[in-house]
């Protein structure tokens, strides 16, 4: 399910520890789309895949 910027989600990071965020930036299409998350506790930008993605907040 493609998402869209603003959107606010929980997330997998690369770490696979879960987290919640907001997407800034989509970049690409279909199964090759990746995403931007500004976690919302560190305040860093987290780079995920649709996968990653567990649901939407």
């Known amino acids: 399910m ?3 910027e603003g959107q606010r989600v929980e997330y997998l ?3 696979n520890k879960r987290c919640q965020g907001e997407i800034t930036k989509v ?3 279909g199964p090759a789309t ?3 998350i500004k976690n919302d506790k560190t305040h860093r930008d987290d780079k995920v895949r649709e996968m990653q ?3 939407d907040l």
Do not use: A
Request: glycine share 6%.
């Open 2 to 4: 493609p998402h869209n």
């Open 13 to 15: 990071d690369q770490e």
């Open 27 to 29: 970049s690409g299409s």
């Open 34 to 36: 990746t995403y931007t």
């Open 53 to 55: 993605i567990e649901q």
